[in-house]
């Protein structure tokens, strides 16, 4: 399995990027996709996630800001981020788990100014 994302970039504070993560290969037809994220210094957290079924998870930070949405049939998911914050400054990276089984993209920096 193999996850390419883009999207990223550079935004002043309140503006709006949006990421995107395609997935290709093996994959289980139960999953779950998402996006995780990791500031200097910090461990790496969940910003929002997706099941196959529709349900979602977001962390309390970005709740009302951002949305997540998948195309289940082409195995992608995007993440729209608006009224971006300096907090929100990290390397978000792109993540697929069904099973067992964890992939990861290979991040792409997202860097917000006030």
């Known amino acids: 399995v193999q996850l390419q994302a883009s999207g990223g970039g550079l935004v002043q504070a309140g503006g709006s990027l949006r990421l995107s993560c395609a997935a290709s290969?093996?994959?289980?037809?139960?999953?779950?996709m998402g996006w995780y994220r990791q500031a200097p210094g910090k461990q790496r957290e969940l910003v929002a996630d997706?099941?196959?079924?529709?349900?979602?998870e977001y962390a309390n930070s970005v709740k009302g800001r951002f949305t997540i949405s998948r195309d289940i049939a082409k195995n992608t998911v995007s993440l729209q981020m608006d009224s971006l914050k300096p907090g929100d400054t990290a390397i978000y990276y792109c993540n697929l788990r069904f099973l067992r089984a964890n992939f990861w993209g290979q991040g792409t920096k997202v860097t917000v100014s006030s």
């Open positions: 997706q099941r196959t079924d529709g349900a979602t």
């Open positions: 290969g093996n994959i289980f037809r139960i999953n779950v």
